[in-house]
C-alpha cells in the first residue's frame, strides 16, 4: 500500500482514531514521547541514552498498562465523587481504588529510582554528570507523569457505569447496596468488577479501530508507530542505509515532535478557558481569534513532519523487500558456484555462462532499486526537521 497523506493523517487526528487494529508503542517509543514532558534539558539527556544505547527505565507489563490503570483511578475517583453512591458500593470501591494507587506508586518507584539502571552512587552519578547522560530525579518524575499518559489505543473505552448513565448508575448501585447486605462484601465485590468492567462492543463484525482522546494523542501515537516500523526494520539497521542513518537521528525528531504537540495542546487548553472566561469582551474575543488564525499553520506543518516520517518508514520496508530478494540471489549464485564446482572435479568444465551473466544482471538490477530507495528516503529525511527551527508561540491550536 502507498504511504499515507497529510490529507489521511489530519482525518485520523479529526475522528481521534486510526483504522485498523494496532499494536501498543513500543517501551522506548513511550519514552520518547513521554520526554516531551520534559524541560529541553532532561528531553536532551532521554535522547542521549537512547541514542548511545544506555538503558531507560521499563515496566514488565508495558506502558500502555500503566496508561490504563491511570484511566481506571481517575474514572474511580469521578464515581467516588458523586454524592449518589450509597455507602456500601462506595466502600468497594475505595477498596479498590486503594489498590489501584498502591500499584501505580510501585510503578512510580520503578521508574523514579530505577535501581539497576540509573546510577546510583556518588562517583558514578558524578561520571555521568560529567558525560551528560544523567537524569536527575525531578526530571524522572517528570517523565513518569508523561508516561501516565502513554498513547495507547482504546484505552478510554467506557465501562457499564458511564455509558448506562446517571439514572442507570443509582439503581445498579441500588442492587449492588441489596446483594452485600444479605451475602456480604465478596458479592459486592463481584458486581463491582461487572460495574467496571470495559464495555463490549455489542455490533459482532464490526471494522476495528484505534481510538484515542483527542487529535493530538492520535497524532503522537501515529508518529510512534512510524518510529517503531523505522527503527525494527532490519533494512534501517543495515550498511545500504548508514550514510541516511547519520543524517537524522530519529529519536530526537520523535521526542521534538512530542514535544511540540504536547506544548500546542496545553496551549490550546488555555486558549480555550482564556475565551470561555473573557470571551465576553468582544475585543478581546476578536484576538483571540487572530492568534488562532495566524498560529494555525503549526498544525500543519506537525502533521507534514509525522506524515514524512511514514513516507520514510515506507520507503525501509520497500527496500527490505528488495535487500531480501537480493539474499536470494545472492545464495542462487552461491548454489551456481557449488555446482559448477562439482562438474569441474567431475572432468566437465563447462561453465554455466548465461546463468551466471542472467544472476549478475539482476543483482545489479536490485542495486540500482536500492540505490533509487536512498535518494527517496533522503528527500524523506529532509521532510522531517522543519529547514528553519521555530520557536513555538505563546499560544495557538490546530486547525
Known amino acids: 500500500m502507498p504511504a499515507r497523506t497529510s490529507e489521511q493523517i489530519r482525518e485520523w487526528c479529526d475522528r481521534s482514531s486510526v483504522p485498523g487494529e494496532r499494536r501498543e508503542l513500543s517501551d522506548t517509543t513511550a519514552t520518547l514521547i513521554a520526554s516531551g514532558y520534559l524541560t529541553p534539558g532532561g528531553r536532551a539527556i532521554v535522547v542521549r541514552r537512547i541514542s548511545t544505547g544506555r538503558p531507560m527505565p521499563t515496566l514488565p507489563n ?3 498498562d500503566l496508561r490504563r490503570l491511570q484511566r481506571a483511578i481517575v474514572q474511580l475517583e469521578h464515581q467516588l465523587a458523586s454524592p449518589m453512591v450509597p455507602g456500601v458500593v462506595a466502600a468497594v470501591l475505595r477498596n479498590r481504588l486503594n489498590g489501584l494507587q498502591r500499584r501505580r506508586e510501585d510503578a512510580r518507584k520503578q521508574i523514579v529510582t530505577a ?3 540509573m546510577a546510583s552512587s556518588t562517583r558514578a552519578i558524578r561520571r555521568e554528570r560529567r558525560e551528560n547522560i544523567y537524569l536527575e530525579i525531578d526530571e524522572r518524575e517528570r517523565l513518569f507523569s508523561g508516561l501516565l499518559c502513554t498513547p495507547t489505543p482504546n484505552a478510554n473505552a467506557s465501562s457499564y457505569v458511564r455509558r448506562a448513565g446517571t439514572a442507570a448508575i443509582d439503581r445498579i448501585a441500588g442492587v449492588v447496596g441489596q446483594v452485600a447486605a444479605r451475602s456480604g462484601n465478596p458479592q459486592a ?3 463491582a468488577d461487572q460495574l467496571l468492567s470495559p464495555a463490549r462492543d455489542s455490533q459482532a463484525g464490526a471494522p476495528k479501530s484505534a481510538n484515542f482522546v483527542d487529535g493530538y494523542e492520535t497524532l503522537l501515537f501515529v508518529a510512534g508507530h512510524y518510529y517503531d516500523r523505522i527503527v525494527n526494520n532490519p533494512a534501517w ?5 548508514e550514510v541516511q542513518r547519520t543524517q537524522v537521528n530519529l529519536h530526537a525528531e520523535l521526542a521534538e515532535i512530542a514535544a511540540d504537540v504536547i506544548a500546542l495542546r496545553a496551549v490550546r ?3 480555550d478557558g482564556a475565551k470561555r472566561n473573557g470571551g465576553f469582551d468582544r475585543s478581546f474575543a476578536a484576538e483571540i481569534d487572530r492568534r488562532e488564525t495566524a498560529l494555525r499553520p503549526v498544525w500543519t506543518e506537525l502533521i507534514d513532519r509525522v506524515q514524512a516520517l511514514g513516507e520514510v518508514a515506507h520507503v525501509v520496508e520497500s527496500a527490505a523487500m528488495e535487500l531480501q530478494v537480493l539474499a536470494e540471489y545472492n545464495r542462487a549464485m552461491t548454489l551456481d558456484d557449488r555446482i559448477d564446482a562439482l562438474i569441474a572435479r567431475s572432468g566437465d568444465r563447462e561453465m554455466s555462462v548465461d546463468n551466471a551473466k542472467r544472476l549478475t544482471e539482476q543483482v545489479r538490477s536490485g542495486e540500482e532499486q ?8 533522503q528527500g524523506n529525511i529532509a521532510r522531517i526537521s522543519p529547514a528553519v527551527p521555530r520557536e513555538l508561540p505563546a499560544r495557538y491550536e490546530p486547525s
Open 62 to 64: 508495558g506502558f500502555g
Open 115 to 117: 535501581k539497576g539502571v
Open 189 to 191: 465485590e463481584q458486581w
Open 237 to 241: 539497521r543495515s550498511d545500504h542505509f
Open 269 to 271: 487548553i488555555d486558549l
Open 370 to 377: 536500492l540505490r533509487i530507495y536512498r535518494d527517496v528516503l
